[in-house]
């Protein structure tokens, strides 16, 4: 073999060697890509204990963060589990999840995007098995909470975005807030596209997406539970369809569990979550009949006054519709210009009872029976 033939066949091997190397490096590497697996959506308030997916009501004024928990798998090792909160209360387990840095950063970065999950509707009346596709929720891009795996709370309203004024009742402080987040693993920070991505439980799966529920300040007598239907729909049911949904109701929860859950409010759940702080209890005393005369609510010619005839929680009802007595304008008389929490094809919102009222003279107090508060 002369010299010149042995160079080559060096050069060759050399060159086939390094391929190699390159190519077992290469699928080595993507034997050890990561693969996600699971992303769920956590909430933790600052300064207390464990992130959790459902906390109880927080106080107004509780600072709350909102984290993915992102679970992943390198080839054949074990799930490894990052969080940007460094203790986790998941399924009755305690979790100490490693922090979103310990990412691999050999493949390059992860991003999280942020949606609201709310109403796609607002309200409406009768719905029936034909017309269940109504309470359906929708996703919506929530930009003001950033691309990192965790997220200041609350994010803003976003299903009414369209409208050139927002609802009156999603401007409510308080409320109960879902969110889904989609965690993205992007090559290089300034890629448009990720080689990877899984979103939590959204839309379609709304009964399992957390919940976060802020409590706000309320008038002393309505019980601070009220605050878990600002932002829901509310809509009424036809005859036969409520509590159970009846025959062919397509949903996997029932009308009753639906509200019972927080999906969805009716207006006589929104005034018994104010009464008692459970949508479907019934805490009222018989109704008695009222009328709204020159602007002031009276019995029997003689006008109703705070304290002495009704306090706040109390109810007022006609042809369906129910408002919560609120807040007095101060002559201590139940009268048009006094606030009232009303529930009705829209998430509630606070107006006059002169607003609302307006189609009719003729009402029903619902007290409530003060022993059940």
């Given amino acids: 073999m002369s010299e010149d033939t042995r ?12 391929v190699g190397a390159v190519l077992a490096f290469w699928q080595r ?26 906390l109880p009501p927080v106080p107004a004024g509780g600072k709350v963060w909102a984290g993915a928990l992102l679970q992943f798998r390198q080839g054949n090792g074990p ?15 305690l979790l100490r999840p490693e922090p979103p840095s310990a990412w691999p950063a050999s493949y390059g970065v992860l991003k999280a995007q942020w949606f609201t999950v709310e109403p796609a509707l607002f309200g409406g009346e009768g719905v029936a098995a034909e017309s269940a596709e109504k309470l359906a929720y929708g996703e919506f891009a929530a930009p003001e909470l950033g691309s990192e795996l965790r997220a200041p709370l609350p994010p803003e309203p976003h299903n009414d975005d369209f409208l050139a004024d927002p609802l ?18 992007y090559r290089d920070p300034r890629d448009v596209l990720p080689w990877a991505s899984i979103g939590s439980p959204g839309a379609a799966q709304v009964e399992s997406v957390p919940t976060l529920c802020l409590l706000a300040p309320v008038p002393q007598g309505v019980h601070p539970k009220v605050v878990m239907a600002f932002r829901c729909s509310v809509f009424t049911f036809a005859a036969g369809v409520w509590p159970e949904g009846g ?6 929860l029932s009308p009753r569990e639906l509200v019972a859950s927080g999906v969805v409010m009716t207006p006589q759940a929104v005034a018994a979550l104010a009464a008692v702080g459970d949508p479907l209890a019934e805490p009222w005393e018989p109704p008695v009949p009222v009328t709204l005369s020159a602007g002031v609510v009276e019995v029997k010619a003689r006008p109703l006054r705070w304290g002495a005839d009704l306090r706040p929680g109390d109810a007022l009802t006609w042809a369906g519709r129910w408002a919560v007595a609120w807040e007095d304008d101060g002559n201590g008389l139940l009268d048009g210009a006094d606030r ?24 029903s107090l619902r007290r409530v029976v003060r022993g059940q508060r």
């Fill in 340 to 363: 009232v929490l009303f529930a009705w094809m829209q998430p509630p919102r606070l107006v006059t009872l002169g607003e609302v009222a307006r189609v009719t003279g003729k009402l």
């Fill in 7 to 18: 160079r080559l066949l060096a050069i060759f091997l050399t060159v086939v060697g390094l």
């Fill in 29 to 54: 590497r993507e034997q050890l890509r990561p693969q996600l697996e699971q992303a769920t959506v956590v909430f933790w308030v600052e300064g207390e204990g464990p992130a959790r997916q459902e």
């Fill in 79 to 93: 799930v490894r589990t990052l969080c940007p909160f460094p203790e986790v209360q998941l399924s009755g387990q």
């Fill in 168 to 185: 009156p009742g999603n401007r409510l402080a308080g409320g109960c807030y879902r969110l889904k987040v989609k965690v993205s693993a």
């Fill in 247 to 252: 025959q062919g109701w397509p949903l996997p």
